[in-house]
T-cell receptor
């Protein structure tokens, strides 16, 4: 049962343009969502998060949008830079439901930003 | 550097063998999580420990076990290894039941 899904395995974008990575979830108990970024030979690193009480959170070039009714979130990167080329994982947890803190991850989307 | 240390970085072994993966969490973090990343798959949650006690269990095989020691480091034991156990194993830690996890760089296990 894949509770968090990233349906696009890969995305290629030109430098300077917008990158949009998408994520869908099925568990309505999820109340906190995160994006992690992973470079080869490294562990995932936290990028940005959003609580279910918000619909948008922005941090520099990165913005996460949450559409609770559609159970969908997206990560926008503007402008995209070659250094953004990595695997991006969407993750969620049901923090307010007595969750232990474990995150449920999607399969990841490989972003390639071309110079 | 996340502050989470995993050893070894690479491990090559044969089917039927047993291995131990080690994780030292960030200083002050009480929760340790183990994840498995197989080819073309996302990060699959295996197990979580909090201050020495098992807190949550995911899709962990009976051949796998883990523990967290009094100094808060954790070990993941994989036994009767099969080819399909080849994967990248990540350890993560957090302060408590915190939403943000910090990951180590992983142990790449190859079962031949």
């Amino acid at each position: 049962d894949q509770q968090v899904k990233q349906n696009s395995p890969s995305l290629s974008v030109q430098e300077g343009r917008i990158s949009i990575l998408n994520c869908d979830y099925t568990n309505s108990m999820f109340d906190y969502f995160l994006w992690y970024k992973k470079y080869p030979a490294e562990g995932p690193t936290f990028l940005i998060s959003i609580s279910s009480i918000k619909d948008k959170n922005e941090d520099g070039r990165f913005t996460v949008f949450l559409n609770k009714s559609a159970k969908h979130l997206s990560l926008h990167i503007v402008p995209s830079q070659p250094g953004d080329s990595a695997v991006y994982f969407c993750a969620a947890n049901a923090f307010g439901s007595g969750n232990t803190g474990k995150l449920i991850f999607g399969q990841g989307t490989t972003l390639q930003v071309k110079p | 550097d996340s502050g989470v240390t995993q050893t070894p970085k690479h491990l090559i072994t044969a089917t039927g063998q047993r291995v131990t993966l080690r994780c030292s969490p960030r200083s002050g973090d009480l929760s340790v999580y183990w994840y498995q990343q197989s080819l073309d798959q996302g990060l699959q949650f295996l197990i979580q420990y909090y201050n020495g006690e098992e807190r949550a269990k995911g899709n962990i095989l009976e051949r796998f076990s883990a523990q967290q020691f009094p100094d808060l480091h954790s070990e993941l034991n994989l036994s009767s290894l099969e080819l399909g156990d080849s994967a990248l194993y990540f350890c993560a830690s957090s302060v408590a039941h915190n939403e943000k996890l910090f990951f180590g760089s992983g142990t790449q296990l190859s079962v031949l």
